[in-house]
């Protein structure tokens, strides 16, 4: 649904946008087969077209996705309450990739690939691995060291080697040169963001600078996970960003949302302002199937946050939907072409979740209707591009903010595509 506006991408966009296929747009395509006159009819004048469905379905996409895309953007992992102490630590899967995150001494959140500089043997086990009968120690113990099971190698918990039995300096050996492989690390509002090519990491702040300062007055930071609701769902993350990025979808899909939000199905959820925030029906507040909470508003929020949501897709994994007194933030874990796992967290004050009486149920209530009928109708659209006639999709005008999913992958992978097609 149309929960947001990302602006990020936008003056690229219009620069070639209004001329149909743009220059950059038609190169990377020009080593795709030509259409014969049957699958033409994919092809809609004046409307923008979508990446080509091969895109959205193949393995050799989605490897140079994951390469070029999450294995070197800012891709959101979760919440800094989630490993609140020194020692606190995750176990991550990131795209095949396992990942120590962690709290250091200095209370510092650090994360390393999971894996000994000495043999490669893996450090802490995946929280679905089960070592007990073999009973392998190590892993982080004490809340102090990180210790390899294989050969006791042992790291401090800022990933610098400071053990290795038997191993003397006298042979040249120096611990105090080794360290585990780093990945990058950067907080934003309490979410945690993590970066598996550091040393050619983006500038962060390009990645939300415009979330920081839509959302200012928000107390993200401050905010708790009250209720978390994990989906499979079997349609490629392109499907599901660019169903996020506009609401046309909203009044045949959303019946509930939109009694809340009636601005969602007038003109096909065009023209919606996400810069002042999209107002709800008169007596609704927030997303409840109520239109109303007895939480109290988020302290500092202004006149319209007070009444109209705001919303923002921060590329390539996070969806956030912010009413005036509950976040709903979404985290994509690409699995597959045709695979990705959502987890949907819900956001509170402290104030309230410290009541006896609290209970996030009306919101996340809500949000499990309006959610299943987005992963809905979402797979929907993955089972039809699948067809032998369908090459691309097309862009109606109020899904204009779709250019920009399609220029963020192009720009990433389009040249390994015309290198990958002249090889």
Not at 120 to 147: E, F, T
Request: glycine fraction near 6%; hydrophobic fraction near 35%; proline fraction near 6%.
């Amino acid at each position: 649904m149309n929960r947001v506006r990302v602006n990020r991408w936008r003056a690229l966009v219009e620069h070639g946008a209004n001329s149909g296929h743009n220059t950059t747009f038609s190169m990377y395509f020009k080593s795709q087969p030509p259409m014969t006159t049957a699958l033409q009819s994919n092809v809609v004048s004046g409307l923008e077209p979508t990446l080509p469905s091969s895109w959205y379905l193949q393995d050799r996409y989605y490897e140079l996705e994951r390469e070029h895309i999450f294995m070197r953007e800012w891709v959101c992992v979760g919440r800094e309450e989630e490993i609140p102490a020194k020692g606190d630590h995750k176990v991550l899967d990131l795209y095949g990739e396992s990942i120590l995150m962690l709290r250091n001494d200095m209370g510092e959140i650090k994360a390393f690939y999971n894996v000994c500089r000495h043999r490669g043997a893996r450090i802490c086990p995946a929280p679905n691995d089960d070592d007990s009968v073999l009973a392998l120690k190590g892993g982080i113990v004490g809340k102090r060291s990180i210790i390899c099971p294989y050969h006791a190698w042992t790291y401090n918990l800022d990933g610098q080697l400071t053990k290795a039995p038997h191993l003397s300096t006298e042979t040249g050996f120096k611990p105090e040169g080794i360290n585990l492989h780093p990945v990058g690390v950067a907080t934003w509002g309490g979410f945690i963001f993590l970066n598996l090519t550091p040393d050619q990491a983006p500038d962060f702040e390009e990645t939300i600078k415009v979330a920081r300062r839509r959302f200012e007055r928000y107390p993200l930071t401050d905010l708790r996970i009250a209720k978390t609701i994990t989906y499979e769902v079997n349609a490629n993350w392109k499907v599901l960003c660019e169903n996020y990025n506009e609401c046309y979808h909203c009044g045949p899909v959303h019946p509930e949302l939109c009694r809340i939000v009636p601005a969602f199905r007038e003109a096909g959820g065009a023209d919606l302002d996400w810069e002042r925030g999209v107002p709800h029906r008169e007596g609704a507040t927030t997303f409840t199937f109520s239109g109303e909470s007895t939480r109290r508003s988020f302290p500092g929020l202004n006149e319209d946050e007070q009444v109209r949501h705001k919303g923002e897709l921060i590329y390539p994994n996070v969806f956030l939907s912010l009413a005036r007194e509950h976040v709903t933030f979404y985290i994509l874990h690409a699995k597959s072409p045709g695979k990705t796992i959502i987890d949907c967290h819900l956001l509170f004050e402290p104030f309230e979740i410290e009541k006896e009486d609290f209970d996030p149920s009306d919101a996340a209530d809500f949000w499990h209707v309006v959610n299943l009928q987005d992963w809905a109708i979402c797979q929907r659209v993955q089972q039809g591009i699948s067809a032998r006639v369908h090459e691309r999709g097309v862009y109606a005008p109020m899904e204009d903010w779709n250019l920009d999913i399609r220029r963020y992958v192009q720009d990433r992978i389009g040249p390994h595509v015309e290198t990958h097609a002249k090889s």
